[in-house]
């Protein structure tokens, strides 16, 4: 059974860092694109981050370009988000989500299919 497992999320002040995590189990990261979305109260879900190609090939919003960084460790089947600089406006849960390759969009949240139950990310002083 394909399963997503976030962690990572927390409460940091403006201008502080976090590391999500995403865990993968039940199918292998590089038969899969994989990114970071995030959907904020009363808004609508949002791409953050994705890997696009599986050359490794990566997109960034451009709200968050420069202070987030995604990455892949294949070996741990885990994905990660380092979020630094951050600001309230980054508030929100933070989702992973993956579907087999080829995905059609550049981190358009109904590309994929399997999704993880969220963590949630809270900017504040």
């Known amino acids: 059974q394909l399963q997503l497992v976030e962690s990572g999320g927390g409460l940091v002040q403006p201008g502080g860092s976090l590391r999500l995590s995403c865990a993968a189990s039940?199918?292998?990261?590089?038969?899969?694109?994989i990114g970071w979305f995030r959907q904020a109260p009363g808004k609508e879900r949002e791409g953050v981050s994705c890997?696009?190609?599986?050359?490794?090939?990566?997109y960034y919003a451009d709200s968050v370009e420069g202070r987030f960084t995604i990455s892949r460790d294949n070996a741990k089947n885990t994905v990660y988000l380092q979020m630094n600089s951050l600001k309230p406006e980054d508030t929100a849960v933070y989702y992973c989500?993956?579907?087999?390759?080829?995905?059609?969009?550049?981190?358009?949240?109904?590309?994929?299919?399997?999704w993880g139950q969220g963590t949630q990310v809270t900017v504040a002083s």
């Open positions: 989500a993956a579907d087999p390759w080829p995905v059609t969009g550049l981190c358009v949240p109904r590309q994929y299919k399997y």
């Open positions: 890997f696009v190609s599986g050359d490794g090939s990566t």
């Open positions: 039940g199918f292998t990261l590089d038969y899969y694109a």
